[in-house]
C-alpha cells in the first residue's frame, strides 16, 4: 500500500516533469482562474465596503425646536435608539450648534445671530442606521404625531431624504446582484475551462491509459497519479494565482486609500485576512472539481 | 483470483467453445469458432486481413467480451469475468502487439519495470529482473532510452521483455513482426521460439507466409471469422 503509494506519486511527478508544456500549459489555465476569480472577489467586496461607506456616512439629522429642553432631547434619543436598526443617536446641544453655526463663517448667518442676540437654534439630534433601508423605516417612525411637538420642520426634509435613500439603496441592490451574477457566471466559465483543461490533458494520454490497462494495471493504480497531480496543480495555482493577486493589491491598495479613505475600502486587509478561507475555498473547489473531470475523462479510456 | 473465474476443470492453455463476436450488433467479427491449444504449445494463427484474428487476441485478452460462447484462458473462465479481476487476469498473460504499445515517455527500463510495478513488486527485486530479461532479449545497453530512440526491431524486443517479465504461461503477439523489416523479423521470431522452448506457451498472429512456412508449427486459418483449418505442422494456406 505504502509502496504503491510512492510509486503513484513518483509516476505523477515524472509525467508532469517530462510533459512539461502541458503541465504548464494546463497549470496557467488553472491558475489564471484562481487569479480571475480572486479579482471578482475583489469587485464584489469592493463595492460592498464602498456601499457600506456611504452608508456609513449616510444619516439623518433632526432638528428640534429651540423650546424642546435638554431632558425632552434625551426622551426622544432613548425612544429613538429603542426603534429597531438605529445604530447610534448623537445629541447635540442647542450651545454646540450654535458654535458650528459661528465656525461656518457664512456671513449671513453671523450677522443674523448678531440681530437675534440669543441663541436661534434648537439641538439636533444625529440619527446612524445599520443600512440605507433602515433609514426609511425610522423616518415613517418619527413621522408619528407624538413626535411632532419636538421635531421641526420634518415633513419637507423627509420626504426628499425619504427619496434619495430609496434611490440609493435600490441602486446598492441591483450592483450587488449584478456583481453577484457576474461572479456566478465567471465562476461557472472558469469552472468550464478547468474542466475542458482536465480532459484535453488526459486526452493526450489515452493511449497510455489503454496501455496500462493491458498490461494489468488496476484502475486505481492508473487513476492514482493523476489524483496527485491534480492536488498539485490546484495547490500551486492557488499559491501562486492567490499569492500574485495579494502582490497586485499590495501595489494597488495605496490608491484605493487615496479615494476611498483607509478605514472605508481596504481589500489588502480583507484578502489577508480572509486569506486561508478564500484560498482554502478556492483549493478544495477547484481539488473537487478537476478530480470529478480527470474522474469522467479517464473512465472512457479504463473501459476495455 | 475468485473462485467463480478460475476454472480448474480444462488443463488446455487456451479453449474456445462455439465463440461468436459481434461489434455493434450487426459486424459479425467471428462466428462458431472453436479450438483449444494445450500448455507449451506454439501456435501461429493467420488469415487475411479482417479475417478476425485480432478479435481473438482482443477476446483472448478479456479487452472484449464473446457475444456467443465460452473462453477459458490459462484456467480462467474469461467469458464473464468481472471488470474487477481483469488486472490480475492479465498479469498472467504476456502480450505483444504490431505497434508496440510502449509508453512514450518511460525508458525502456520503466516500461518493463511498469509491468511489475502495477502488481505491487518490490523495488528491489525490479531493479534485479528488468536488466536480467532486457538482456535476455539484446537491449541491455538500451536501458535507459526512450522508445522514440529506438529502432522497430528494438521496440518490439522491448514489449517482448515487458510482456515476459511476469514469467507469464501465455504470451500473445498480434502481427508482432507487421512493422518489421526481413532481418528484424527472423530475430523476432527466433525470439518467440526461444520463449516458446523455455515452456510459455505462445499464440502468434501473423499474415507472414514466409514465417508461417519457415516455423514448421500448429497453424490455425481464419477466413470470415471461422477456422477453416487447423494443422499440426501447418503451412500458409491462403
Ligand atoms: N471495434 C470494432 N468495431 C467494429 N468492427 C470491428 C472492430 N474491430 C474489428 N472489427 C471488424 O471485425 C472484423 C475482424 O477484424 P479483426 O479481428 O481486426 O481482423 P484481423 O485482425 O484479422 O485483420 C473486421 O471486419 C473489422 O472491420
Ligand atoms: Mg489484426
Known amino acids: 500500500m505504502i509502496a504503491a503509494t510512492r510509486r503513484i506519486v513518483r509516476f505523477a511527478l515524472q509525467s508532469m516533469w517530462r510533459n512539461l508544456w502541458l503541465t504548464i ?8 482562474t484562481v487569479l480571475s476569480l480572486s479579482a471578482l472577489l475583489a469587485i464584489h467586496v469592493g463595492i460592498g465596503q464602498v456601499v457600506n461607506s456611504v452608508e456609513k456616512q449616510l444619516n439623518l439629522t433632526l432638528t428640534l425646536y429651540p423650546t424642546v429642553t435638554e431632558s425632552q432631547a434625551n426622551t426622544l434619543v432613548i425612544a429613538i435608539n429603542a426603534l429597531p436598526h438605529v445604530q447610534k443617536v448623537t445629541y447635540v446641544s442647542k450651545e454646540q450648534v450654535l458654535e458650528q453655526q459661528k465656525q461656518s463663517g457664512d456671513p449671513e448667518i453671523l450677522r443674523s445671530i448678531e440681530a437675534i442676540g440669543e441663541n436661534p437654534f434648537g439641538p439636533s439630534l444625529i440619527v446612524g442606521a445599520k443600512d440605507s433601508k433602515a433609514y426609511l423605516s425610522i423616518i415613517n417612525e418619527l413621522q408619528k404625531s407624538q413626535y411632532s411637538a419636538l421635531i421641526e420642520g420634518q415633513e419637507r426634509h423627509f420626504e426628499e431624504n425619504q427619496s434619495f435613500l430609496q434611490n440609493f439603496s435600490n441602486f446598492a441592490d441591483k450592483v450587488r446582484y449584478v456583481v453577484l451574477a457576474m461572479t456566478l457566471v465567471f465562476a461557472l466559465i ?10 484535453v490533458a488526459i486526452y ?21 497519479p493523476y489524483l496527485v497531480e491534480l492536488f498539485i496543480y490546484s495547490a500551486f495555482s492557488v499559491i501562486i494565482g492567490g499569492g500574485l493577486f495579494i502582490l497586485l493589491l499590495y501595489a494597488g491598495q495605496p490608491y484605493l486609500t487615496t479615494y476611498f479613505g483607509q478605514e472605508n475600502v481596504n481589500l489588502l486587509a480583507y484578502f489577508k485576512d480572509n486569506a ?29 | 483470483m475468485t473462485s467463480e473465474t478460475k476454472n480448474k476443470a480444462t488443463n488446455e492453455m487456451i479453449q474456445l467453445k462455439g465463440v461468436t463476436k459481434s461489434y455493434d450488433g450487426k459486424i459479425t467479427a467471428l462466428q462458431g469458432v472453436s479450438f483449444s491449444i494445450k500448455p507449451g504449445e506454439l501456435v501461429s494463427i493467420v488469415g487475411r486481413s479482417g479475417a478476425g484474428k485480432s478479435t481473438v487476441v482482443r477476446l483472448l485478452l478479456a479487452e472484449e467480451r464473446a457475444s456467443k460462447g465460452t473462453i477459458n484462458v490459462g484456467g480462467w473462465d474469461i467469458t464473464a469475468i468481472s471488470h474487477r479481476d481483469v488486472p490480475q487476469f492479465r498479469r498472467q498473460i504476456g502480450v505483444v502487439f504490431q505497434d508496440f504499445k510502449l509508453l512514450p515517455r518511460k525508458t525502456v527500463f520503466e516500461n518493463v519495470a511498469f509491468a511489475l510495478e502495477v502488481s505491487g513488486e518490490p523495488t528491489k527485486i525490479i531493479r534485479e529482473v528488468v536488466p536480467q530479461v532486457l538482456n535476455l532479449v539484446g537491449l541491455s545497453n538500451r536501458l535507459h532510452q526512450y522508445p522514440e530512440q529506438l529502432s522497430g ?3 518490439q524486443r522491448a514489449s517482448i521483455a515487458r510482456a515476459l517479465i511476469h514469467r507469464p504461461k501465455l504470451l500473445l503477439a498480434d502481427e508482432p513482426t507487421g512493422n518489421l523489416d526481413s532481418i528484424n523479423t527472423a530475430e523476432i521470431i527466433d525470439l518467440l521460439k526461444k520463449i516458446n522452448d523455455l515452456g510459455t506457451t505462445v499464440v502468434l498472429v501473423t499474415h507472414n507466409r514466409d514465417v508461417v512456412n519457415t516455423l514448421r508449427r500448429r497453424v490455425i486459418t481464419l477466413d470470415k471469422g471461422a477456422v477453416i483449418s487447423d494443422q499440426a505442422v501447418g503451412r500458409y494456406v491462403l
Open chain 2, 153 to 155: 526491431g528494438e521496440q
Open chain 1, 190 to 199: 472558469s469552472a468550464l475551462m478547468v474542466f475542458n483543461a482536465v480532459r
Open chain 1, 276 to 304: 486561508l478561507i478564500i484560498y482554502g475555498a478556492q483549493f478544495i473547489g477547484l481539488f473537487v472539481l478537476s478530480i470529478v473531470s480527470a474522474l469522467l475523462a479517464v473512465r472512457r479510456y479504463l473501459n476495455a
Open chain 1, 25 to 32: 500549459a494546463t497549470g496557467a489555465t488553472v491558475g489564471l
Open chain 1, 204 to 224: 493526450t494520454q489515452r493511449e497510455e491509459i489503454t496501455v496500462m490497462r493491458l498490461v494489468g494495471a488496476t484502475t486505481s493504480f492508473i487513476r492514482g
